[in-house]
């Protein structure tokens, strides 16, 4: 795996395919891969895909010490410029993930080409936000089986486990991903990001995704989003906070229709 280095780190990104390249950049707790691997078909055909991990995600080394939105984006950045050395990139970040993105094309237009930012937030004065994320970081500390199941309620629509059934609920949170030393980590930087500096800053063409089911950034926040970025376009989409996992089809024709649009 190719790695690159920045602010004392080892930032580890993976890339797949062949064409313009588009960086996707993970959500809390998880790693690029992990987030996106199974969308990689959409993908590939036509684009290098650069699945970056910042620190808690992946192999990407973390510093200790204070996490903070900073550090982050410069450990994407690094990996969006060592995956493409000869110009801008695309690039689509989910939840933390678009938190970090937006914060990488603020901070360095020069990367960025044109920008998807899905169930992202514009800062942290949210008090509903900081008690989702002490309860979060209250059970990551006690009990993480009981942890991942409030995760899959919360994450997730209604009527999506409705519909996987009872033992199809049952191996859906037995099966959930782990919960890793880096969610604590991540769950920092959650509670204190603040992009209100960078927003007026960013000049790439940027589509926000809002989800109107989603209890984990309620779609007023990711409209608000839209609102502190100039000349940036809006969707919504009828899906719970994981929308790369339940809606996944939606979620592709919104991105790959925005990406191609000159």
């Known amino acids: ?145 009981l942890l991942n199941r409030f995760l899959q309620v919360q994450c997730f629509s209604a009527p999506f486990l409705h519909g996987l059934g009872a033992e199809g609920l049952r191996q859906f949170v037995e099966n959930g991903p782990p919960i890793t030393p880096g969610m604590r980590r991540h769950l920092e930087v959650d509670r204190t990001a603040d992009l209100r500096p960078l927003l007026p800053r960013i000049t790439a063409p940027t589509l926000v995704v809002g989800l109107t089911r989603d209890q984990v950034v309620p779609v007023e926040r990711a409209r608000a989003l839209h609102d502190a970025i100039a000349g940036s376009q809006y969707a919504e989409i009828d899906s719970g906070h994981v929308v790369v996992f339940e809606r996944p089809a939606e979620l592709l024709d919104a991105v790959q229709k925005f990406l191609l649009a000159e």
């Open 1 to 145: 795996m190719p790695t690159t280095s920045v602010a004392g780190t080892t930032v580890h990104y993976r890339t797949a395919g062949a064409g313009p390249a588009l960086v996707l950049v993970p959500g809390t707790g998880l790693s690029a891969d992990l987030n996106y691997g199974h969308l990689l078909d959409a993908f590939t055909g036509d684009r290098t895909v650069v699945l970056a991990d910042y620190a808690g995600g992946g192999e990407t080394t973390d510093p200790g010490g204070e996490l903070t939105l900073d550090l982050l984006a410069e450990q994407i950045a690094a990996a969006t410029a060592a995956a493409s050395p000869d110009g801008p990139v695309d690039m689509v970040g989910f939840s933390l993930g678009a938190v970090v993105a937006a914060a990488v094309a603020g901070s360095r237009p020069d990367l960025v080409r044109r920008l998807v930012l899905v169930a992202g937030w514009p800062d942290p004065e949210d008090g509903r936000h900081q008690l989702l994320m002490d309860v979060w970081s209250r059970l990551e500390a006690t009990d993480h089986d």
